[in-house]
């Protein structure tokens, strides 16, 4: 509600001085939001829909080693992409860049997709659409939890090494090479 108001006060003018008071709420609410017990970093972005007002902050220990958490601190949302992932691509939809019965091949290169849904001999990659991605019904594996032959699944694997960083190819080759259908 508060940022609500806010927000409306910065369309109807005195943009700048409504901004600085925005701002330095924002930054007292994260500061607030990582004092609390089982909080050790956030990050959050705000901004109008007209992008008339952006900002971004981070606070709190990114690493047990004290580095600080830093806007673009890389960190594992787990799940919680789903939502963000469903909603960006629904907008793209709304304003026609994408179609949810279209080959995902409409949108990634073959170089990145090819042979990724191999089975019996035919690959069906080409016959999987945006819709089954969002709707978990495209037949890939699972890259996060599923278990590859006679090794652990990624999850196992961050548990026992650590945090690792890992490319959408290095995702697609685990799907691909070592989780086939």
């Known amino acids: 509600m ?4 806010f927000l409306r006060q910065t369309r109807a ?3 700048t001085e409504a901004s600085d ?3 330095q709420c924002l930054q007292d609410l994260l ?3 990582v004092s609390r017990k089982g909080v050790k970093h956030a990050i959050i972005a705000v901004e109008r ?4 007002f952006r900002w971004i902050g981070a606070a709190g220990d990114a690493k047990p080693d004290g580095t600080p958490m830093r806007a673009d601190t890389p960190f594992f949302i787990a799940s919680v992409d789903k939502l963000f992932t469903a909603t960006v691509i629904l907008k793209l939809r709304e304003r026609r860049h994408v179609g ?5 091949s409409t949108y990634l290169p073959q170089t990145l997709i090819g042979g990724l849904h191999r089975l019996g001999g035919v690959d069906y990659t080409g016959t999987i659409t945006v819709r089954h991605l969002l709707s978990h019904t495209s037949g890939l594996a699972d890259w996060l939890e599923d278990r590859p032959k006679g090794g652990r699944s990624l999850v196992e694997r961050l548990i026992h090494e650590g945090d690792m960083s890992l490319s959408i190819d290095d995702l697609v080759h685990i799907v691909r090479d070592q989780l086939p259908p």
């Open 100 to 104: 949810l019965d279209e080959p995902i």
């Open 2 to 5: 508060l940022m609500s108001n």
């Open 13 to 15: 003018g005195g943009a």
């Open 49 to 52: 829909g007209d992008e008339s």
């Open 21 to 23: 008071v925005l701002v």
């Open 31 to 33: 500061r607030r939001l």
